[in-house]
T-cell receptor, first 112, second 116 residues
Framework: GQQVMQIPQYQHVQEGEDFTTYCNSSTTLSNIQWYKQRPGGHPVFLIQLVKSGEVKKQKRLTFQFGEAKKNSSLHITATQTTDVGTYFCAGPENTGFQKLVFGTGTRLLVSP | GAGVSQSPRYKVAKRGQDVALRCDPISGHVSLFWYQQALGQGPEFLTYFQNEAQLDKSGLPSDRFFAERPEGSVSTLKIQRTQQEDSAVYLC??????????????FGPGTRLTVL
């Protein structure tokens, strides 16, 4: 079945440093979604990318969808302690509805 | 309501007990999903409803797991004869349609199940 991997599994940065997580799918995706999960919380939708090569920005966050629509990245510029959490990418399995296959996640820790 | 709600938030069960987990989706949302999230892992799909119809239950781990949504709104996930490996957070999500690939899924806070 479809598999979605993320690297790194974990990253610890100092506040102000940049952070990037990479997402790779075993199959071509119709779209890629990114979620953030705070410790003890639930996944919160961040953004969705649909087009090949698409780049979207949300303040300090930059999301990119690969040309082949099999990979994606999330880059955070000048991290803040509020960025702490686990970032998941997710892609829909081709079943005719939004059955999401989540990536393995990247846990981000930011020290002040 | 304003968002997806789930109850109880925490459940401790003795091995062999039956449990029922409830999900109240966002009003008017047609699609409802259940996911299981083990510690340190990403959510994994369990089952999907479109209105009251269960269209996919391929992710349910065993026949001890049963889900229903009889009136197309509230859903219940039931686990019979719980085992320790059932310990996880059970997340419910809803979306307006679910059939359009651009739909956003909104997640509830989850129920953390611990089986002793």
């Amino acid at each position: 079945g479809q598999q979605v991997m993320q690297i790194p599994q974990y990253q610890h940065v100092q506040e102000g440093e940049d952070f990037t997580t990479y997402c790779n799918s075993s199959t071509t995706l119709s779209n890629i979604q990114w979620y953030k999960q705070r410790p003890g919380g639930h996944p919160v939708f961040l953004i969705q990318l649909v087009k090949s090569g698409e780049v979207k920005k949300q303040k300090r966050l930059t999301f990119q969808f690969g040309e082949a629509k099999k990979n994606s990245s999330l880059h955070i510029t000048a991290t803040q302690t509020t960025d702490v959490g686990t970032y998941f990418c997710a892609g829909p399995e081709n079943t005719g509805f939004q059955k999401l296959v989540f990536g393995t996640g990247t846990r981000l820790l930011v020290s002040p | 309501g304003a968002g997806v709600s789930q109850s109880p938030r925490y459940k401790v069960a003795k091995r062999g007990q039956d449990v029922a987990l409830r999900c109240d989706p966002i009003s008017g949302h047609v699609s409802l999903f259940w996911y299981q999230q083990a510690l340190g892992q990403g959510p994994e799909f369990l089952t999907y409803f479109q209105n009251e119809a269960q269209l996919d239950k391929s992710g349910l781990p065993s026949d001890r797991f049963f889900a229903e949504r009889p009136e197309g709104s509230v859903s219940t996930l039931k686990i019979q004869r719980t085992q320790q490996e059932d310990s996880a957070v059970y997340l419910c999500a809803s979306s307006l349609s679910g059939t359009f690939y651009t739909d956003t899924q909104y997640f509830g806070p989850g129920t953390r199940l611990t089986v002793l």
